[in-house]
């Protein structure tokens, strides 16, 4: 550690070094910067490299809170306007409601009826056969796996239609099918007998 750590070493313990280290991570942007500022002013003498070693804070963003404090400008990111990246069904919204058709052709309803879940025989690589074969290119596809998570965000779960299983034999349904064989013998006797 430098010699100019040791001032700042001895008067914070390493709990205070923890309480400032989480007071600083609770807050963002400017008044993030301005508390880090007015803590390397305090107890590091305006030095953004001590305060790095002292506080394990980025020195470039303590140099930003000092630069802030002296001039009085606030400096604004715009990383709200560059960052993120639409979705497929974003920047492609003809493909999407073209697969949206196609998943709507291949849906069914869960055949238990518990769930509003629809679910679909279709697969993402079927999917993006099939857009190819409505005359989309290559480039306004996505890949057979992000093609799988569009049809998950749509609502189609990529699973097999299960067909609906009949219940088991309960002693109630042997009773009425053993009513049916009663009534189908006598018939069948009475029918013979008149022959």
């Not at 400017?30 to 305006?46: N, P, V």
């Not at 993402?124 to 596809?141: H, I, N, S, Y």
């Not at 699973?159 to 009534?183: G, M, Q, S, W, Y």
Request: aromatic share 6%; hydrophobic share 35%; charged share 30%.
């Amino acid at each position: 550690m430098c010699a100019l750590a040791q001032p700042a070493r001895q008067s914070l313990s390493q709990g205070q070094i923890d309480d400032l280290r989480l007071a600083a991570s609770k807050m963002t942007g400017a008044e993030r910067r301005a508390f880090m500022a007015e803590m390397a002013l305090k107890y590091c003498s305006g030095s953004a490299r001590l305060a790095e070693t002292v506080f394990s804070w980025g020195r470039e963003t303590v140099e930003v809170g000092l630069a802030e404090k002296r001039t009085g400008l606030i400096c604004f990111g715009a990383q709200s306007a560059y960052c993120g990246r639409q979705r497929w069904e974003e920047r492609q919204p003809e493909a999407a409601a073209v697969l949206r058709q196609l998943a709507e052709a291949q849906a069914q309803q869960d055949p238990t009826f518990r769930t509003g879940l629809g679910y679909t025989r279709l697969t993402a690589k079927a999917a993006r056969e099939a857009l190819l074969g409505q005359g989309f290119g290559e480039e306004q596809l996505p890949s057979p796996s992000t093609m799988a998570e569009v049809l998950n965000r749509l609502g189609y779960r990529l699973r097999k239609v299960v067909k609906a299983k009949p219940r088991k034999k309960l002693k109630e349904t042997n009773a009425i099918f053993d009513n049916l064989k009663k009534k189908t013998t006598r018939r069948w006797r009475r029918a013979t007998s008149n022959v």
